[in-house]
Each structure stands twice: as C-alpha cells, then as structure tokens.
C-alpha cells in the first residue's frame, strides 16, 4: 500500500511529525514502511509556464519554436519537440539551471540554429512513469489546467512536493488498505482524531429505486448490492489534485466518473464500479452464478469463457460486469454517458479470488475483496463518490439507493482481564492505560472489575480472540516498553555435537575434492531398493504410494546416484562427481519402525584431469576415487584403522571392487560399476563407493599428536618380491611393518609386473622401504639386521621372496 504523507494529512493532523518520522513509529506499532520516497528528489527549477506562441522550427519538421511566459520579467523562446504543444497551453517548463531526474541540468542552448532557454516538459521527464500518464499526454507535454497559476512550482502543482510511505501489510492487515484505514492507525499512534470525508449532498427529488431494480440469486456471494442512480453528469477531466493522487499511487486516470470510482477505492478501500445507465439495455441488475460456458468481454476487450464458479453481475440476461474483478465493455462509462449507475457491494472474498485467479486478473479491486472489505463502509463509499460526481461531473444525485440487503456481519467482542494482559506482555499497566489504548484505536469497551470487554469495529475484521487484544495493547503501548527478562532457570547453549561438526567436515572435504552434493529421493521401486545395499534385509513399502518408481523405501544411495549420472550424461555433461549424506532404510519387522542409518556415497565418470594448453587429460580411474576416500579417512584421524580388501559385490566389476573395513569390520565398498550396468545406463567407466557413515563418524578418534621433524636422515631400500598372484598388496606391506617396527616408519609400492617373464602363477611386487630413528643416525649394519628380518617374515609369512 502506498501512502501519500501529503494525502494523509487530510484525515490526521501530522503537525511536528516529518515522513520519515512517522514511518519509524508506523514500523514500531508493528506494520513495517519498507520505504519512504521522496517524488521530487533531485528536481528543482520547474514552473508553470504559459505558452503566448507557437510556430514552426524554420529548420526542423518536428521542432516548434515556442515564446513561454515563465513569470520572469520578459517571455523566453523554448524550442519544443512534443507534438501536442500550442498556443494558449499552461505546461510545465524546467527553466535554466533547473535540475530534472537523473541529475540532467538544463542550458542554454541551440537548437538547429534557433536559441532555446529552458525545456516544457512532459510528466515522464518529472520521473512519472509512462503507465500512469494520462493517455492523452503519453507522447506529448502535460497541459495544466487554464487557471494555474505562471511561475509557480509545477511540481507542487502535480503534487509531487510529496512523500510516499510504501507499507509491507500482512495479509490479516486488510484494513490498512485504504487512506481511511491508515489514518485510523496513524490517529491512534499519535493520539490524535481522525476526520471523515465530506459526503453531504443534496438529493433530487427523484428516487433511485424508480429506475433500477435489485434482485440476487447467490445472497452468500453477495449479501449487500447498493445501486445510486446520478443523472445529467458530464464526462471530462477530473480536477488536478485528483489526477495527481492517482498518479503518485500508481493508478492512471482517465475521467471524472472512473477516477472518482478509483479515488474512493483508495480512500475507503471499498472497490465501486460506474455503469453506463442508458448503455444497461434494462432496469434490473441480476446477480447471479455464470452459466458454464457464457461468453464476456470485460473492459480490456478480451472475451472470457465462465462458469458456474464465477459471480457475474446483469442486466437480468447478460453479464455486464465479473464481480468484484472487472466490468465489461457492453456497459462501460464513455464519453458520451450522461446517467450512471453507481455500484456499491460486498461480495464473498473467496468467489472473486476463484474469478480473478481463473482470468489472470489481479486488480487493486479483487484484491480487497479477497483480504475481506469494511461491511459498513459499503454505503458510505458510495455516497461520498455520489457527492463527487455530484461536485466534479454536474451531475444530480438521485434519493436513496436501490439496494438488497441480507448482510449479518456483526463486530466482535472480546472480553480479557487486566491479569492476563500483564502476564503476557510482562508488565504492570493499569486499567486506565488499557483502556486509553482502545480509545485510541476507536475500540468501544467497558469495564467490569478487572475485565474490560471490547468491541472491535467491522473496519478491523483481524480481531477475534485475547490474543488479538493482547496484541493490540503490546504495540499501541510500545515493544521498546515492555521490559526485558533474562530466562530464569539452567540452560546449556546450543551447539554441535561431535558427530554433526564431523558430519560437516565430511561435506566439506568432498566438494573441496570437486565432488557436488546431490540430494536424491528416499523412495525408489522395488527393483532398485536392493541394489548394492549394504545390508540385505526386506524392503519397506508404503502403505499408498504415488507411483510405481517411488513405493519402495531406499535400502541403498547408490541407485539414485547411478540416475543423477545417467541424467547428466544424457545432456552431455559427461564429467562429474557427486556425493550424497543421507539415511537408509532398515526393516525391524512388521510391528516395528524401520531403522534409520546415515550412509556415504559417490560417483565419479569421464575425465578428472583436463588441461587443454599442457595437453594433459587423465581419466578418472579406481585409485582417483579411493585417493579421494583415503583423504578422507585421513581428515578423521581413521587412516590406521581402514584397510581395503579385495572383493565382489553385485552390479561392480569383479576384478576392480575392493570391501572397506573399519577395525577389522565390513562398513562399505569401493569399485567400478559392472560393464553391463554401465551400457545399460549409457554411462563411460564410472566408478562408486558406499559406505556406513553411521560407523565412520562414530569411531573413536585419539587426539591429534604433533612429531617434531627428524634430525637424523633416514635410509631408504627397495625391494621386488615374487610372491603369488592372490596374494594382495595390503598384506605383504602389513608383514614388512610389523616385522620392520620400530625403525622401519613407512612402506609402499611402486611397482607391479605380471608378465610372461614371471613364472605361471606369480607376480613381481615392489616396495620402497624407509628407516629411521629419531634419536641418531643409523648404520647399515643396523638397517640390514632390520631388513633380513623383514624379509624372512615375508618368506615365512606369504611365501614371498626376492626377485633374482
């Protein structure tokens, strides 16, 4: 809602209280300003000027060469593009100097040989946007009307010596949807009264009800109807203050009957609509449900197709307008209108909300009706729009108003005791303060011992119950008011526990590794739920579920990542990593809720190394993916504790699979998906790993230790040992550690070979062992004692033995 400070002031006297002022306290009292703008920042030099001649530009087509009284001692010539200048016209001119939006500064100067001294302005070059201008000054200069006034300010005139308050009103706020509503809530911050529009007026001697009859068939949709009948009026221009706080609320004008109807929308939040009463084709107005499939045409000239869910009002055949959304164009005001039929109604929220979403037609009319309007606002609105058309149109005003009426809408009344209003709110406020913040919000109430009972204004339909009432008071008397308590009691502050920092770095270590989190569904099909779990148990189905793809609960992440790939290859991104944290889902019986275990899992395909200008591409391969989890388990603290064990696993390549175990315990696997898999996927080699992230982060982890860095150098030897080929890597290298310690600190391969030059059945391994103390420096008598041991354990152990 936009609030004109200016406007305002016509309702509640802001003596002493500055915009912005008033937008602190507004925000203070719980309806948030989320800005106040000034309209005539950055412009000065503007005045209104008096066209005494117009010619054209000796050498432009398009230029006219125009003399301008600005109020100054002598005429100026202002060279002027705008096609509707002329003669005899009061317009807006920037003389030299003047500052207009966007810091653009007027000269002097000429313009294809003639002199120019100032600009006349149009209303977009005052900062007015184009869909708020008059249509008739959209492509050319604003003319003000005959009696304004040379060399005053022209901004004043427009009205844009103003501010705007741009309220953010919650949906229960609907009443603050008027200049009346908030003049209510300002009076009530301020102390102050409010005054009401004038809407005296003098009746023809005519009633309204001899001309029109009111008849509605859904009274539930529309329970009050009110119809004015004004006659004789005549269609032109409304005055130029009206034009102007159309504008700067963002609604363009277009003549006094229709802008009248707009104004009253901004004044009394009550949507009106004015209906040609000769172009009517009766005298009747039926309200009633649409037919489905019955045609309209509304006043954008669009023909809409409605149905039964949609009110529309008519002239006891066909429509004319779509309740409280828009009119129709069989019945518009035009220039040629001469009676109206002024509408005035309360229709249910919920049925426009249906026409207006249904059409795609939001207008600042649907929109009150659907956050709900002031019953007993109805009729007033249309009174004070009669007195205008009354005062602006020439028109006469018949008696009285034909109507329907089957309205109950009653004011709520709620009653709270002075105990609980303190208890809540924390504070010690007497009854004499509760019930002074009621008056202030034009609440009528009485008191009874320590309970006072309020009735609330139909105006405020967001108060029903106590704690609307607790409310009310707890904003009126000031949130910076209420005294602030610490909590009383112990408490323990809020923080991670180990499991979740550890969970953290887990995530943050993977994408810091390239990897992109994905979340996937915890539901899956049948088929798939089994697929690479790690714990075989049956599956969980939902009792209803949406489909066939997704009735399965997940027993394993690997399938939906196995998808995310699929997905991504087929839009040819054909390199990425992915990594996902969620639960599985194991069976405990019928009777019994499924258990819920945290998992690790990731994918990885195409190349992982790609540098174009070096010309260097690598592949991902088994040892990229198991470098990335060997990082890991390091970043835990947990690199001494895992070891990788060859074996198969179902839907992974039977020679590049290996089984991850924790202390000796199987919690997952790592491996290449199966070739049949990956054709069946149309996935390039893509290799996986799951595993118990339960298990992993719940492992105890000893503290971190610091070694200083050695003094003494180290030794290093090599060794190739021929050893069978089912002997793996990981128990050679345990044997030379035991066997090695303490001096030996390190061991790994670097070489492999299985050729034909190696006797059937073997292969060649090669480790680089290095020894160290660091306490002295080692001799090699010392370092081969060490090594013939190591190298005995290892023909003792796994038959291995040095290659000749």
């Not at 706080?245 to 609509?273: A, C, F, K, W």
């Not at 009463?277 to 409605?306: H, M, P, Q, W």
Request: aromatic residues 6%; charged residues 25%; glycine residues 8%.
């Amino acid at each position: 809602m936009f609030v004109s400070y200016k406007w305002l002031q016509d309702y509640v006297d802001l003596t002493g209280v500055t915009a912005k002022e008033l937008a602190e306290k507004i925000t203070k009292s719980g309806i948030e300003v989320e800005g106040v703008e000034v309209l005539n920042e950055g412009i000065k030099g503007v005045v209104v000027g008096h066209v005494l001649e117009r010619e054209q530009h000796p050498n432009a087509d398009k230029l006219n060469k125009c003399l301008v009284d600005i109020g100054a001692d002598e005429p100026v010539q202002i060279i002027c593009g705008a096609p509707n200048v002329d003669k005899g016209q009061k317009v807006a001119v920037a003389t030299v100097g003047a500052k207009l939006p966007g810091n653009f500064k007027i000269k002097k100067a000429k313009l294809r040989g003639e002199e120019s001294n100032g600009m006349i302005c149009s209303l977009q070059e005052l900062g007015m946007e184009g869909k708020i201008v008059p249509k008739e000054y959209a492509e050319g200069i604003f003319v003000f009307p005959a009696d304004a006034v040379v060399g005053t300010d022209a901004i004043a005139e427009l009205n844009r010596d103003d501010e705007v308050l741009e309220l953010g009103l919650t949906p229960n706020r609907s009443d603050c949807l008027s200049m009346l509503g908030v003049a209510y809530e300002v009076a009530a911050i301020l102390g102050k009264d409010v005054k009401l529009p004038e809407t005296n007026l003098e009746a023809a001697a005519e009633k309204a009800s001899d001309y029109v009859k009111i008849v509605v068939e859904v009274p539930e949709d529309n329970p009050l109807y009110a119809a004015k009948i004004i006659k004789n009026v005549k269609i032109g221009p409304s005055p130029l203050w009206m034009q102007t706080r159309l504008m700067n609320s963002g609604i363009r004008p277009h003549n006094n009957v229709v802008d009248i109807t707009n104004y009253i929308l901004l004044e009394y939040g009550q949507p009106l609509h004015a209906f040609d009463y000769d172009r009517l084709g009766s005298k009747e107005i039926l309200v009633r449900r649409a037919n489905d499939g019955e045609k309209f045409t509304t006043l954008d000239d669009v023909e809409r197709t409605l149905t039964s869910d949609h009110l529309v009002i008519t002239n006891g055949t066909e429509p004319v307008a779509l309740a409280g959304v828009m009119g129709g164009a069989n019945s518009e005001v035009t220039d040629d209108t001469t009676t109206v039929l002024l509408e005035a109604a309360y229709f249910n929220g919920q049925t426009v909300r249906k026409a207006s979403k249904d059409h795609g037609l939001r207008s600042e009319a649907s929109a009150r009706f659907e956050k709900g309007v002031d019953p007993n606002r109805v009729r007033p609105a249309g009174e004070r729009a009669a007195y205008l058309m009354a005062k602006y149109a020439g028109g006469d005003v018949l008696e009285g108003a034909a109507e329907v009426d089957t309205l109950t809408i009653e004011p709520a009344v709620v009653s709270i005791t002075l105990e609980k209003i303190n208890r809540v709110l924390g504070t010690d406020l007497e009854m004499s303060q509760v019930k002074d913040i009621f008056n202030r919000l034009q609440f009528e109430s009485s008191v009874e011992g320590e309970t006072i009972t309020v009735t609330a204004p139909t105006r405020r339909g967001d108060i029903k119950i106590e704690e609307d009432l607790v409310e009310e008071i707890a904003r009126l008397y000031g949130y910076d008011h209420i005294p602030m308590t610490l909590p009383v009691g112990s408490s323990t502050p809020g923080r991670l526990s180990a499991y979740q920092k550890n969970r953290r770095v887990v995530r943050q270590y993977l994408e810091g590794a390239g990897l992109y989190q994905a979340v996937t569904y915890s539901l899956t099909s049948e088929d798939k739920a089994a697929q690479y779990a790690l714990e075989k148990r049956e599956a969980i189905h939902l009792a209803m579920p949406m489909s066939e793809d997704r009735s399965v609960l997940r027993l394993s992440l690997l399938p939906q990542l196995l998808e995310v790939m699929k997905y991504n290859s087929a839009r040819q991104n054909d390199s990425l990593a992915v990594y996902e944290t969620g639960n599985v889902f194991l069976a405990n019986g019928a009777d019994a809720l499924p258990e819920e275990r945290e998992h690790l899992a990731a994918a990885i395909t195409g190349l992982w190394t790609n540098h174009s200008w070096q010309g260097e591409k690598k592949p991902v391969d088994f040892f990229v993916l198991k470098g990335i989890l060997e990082g890991l388990f390091a970043k835990l603290g947990l690199t001494d504790k895992v070891e990788y064990v060859q074996a198969q696993v179902d839907g992974l390549h039977p020679g590049r699979t290996a089984e991850i175990k924790l202390n000796g315990s199987a919690i997952g696997f790592i491996g290449q998906v199966h070739p049949s898999v990956q054709k069946d996927l149309d996935l390039k080699d893509t290799y996986v790993f799951e595993l118990s992230l339960k298990a992993v982060l719940e492992e105890e982890t000893e503290d971190l230790h610091y070694v200083a860095i050695p003094r003494f150098p180290s030794i290093t030897r090599d060794i190739a040992l021929v050893a069978n080929k089912e002997t793996v890597s990981g128990t050679l290298k345990n044997i030379i550690l035991e066997a090695g310690a303490p001096l030996l600190k390190e061991a790994y391969v670097f070489d492999l070979y299985e050729g034909d030059k190696m006797e059937e059945g073997k292969k060649s391994i090669a480790f680089s062992l290095k020894y160290a103390d660091p306490e002295r420096t080692l001799t090699d008598e010392e370092v081969t004692k060490v090594h013939e041991k190591v190298l005995a354990a290892l023909e003792e152990k796994a038959g291995a033995v040095l290659r000749g």
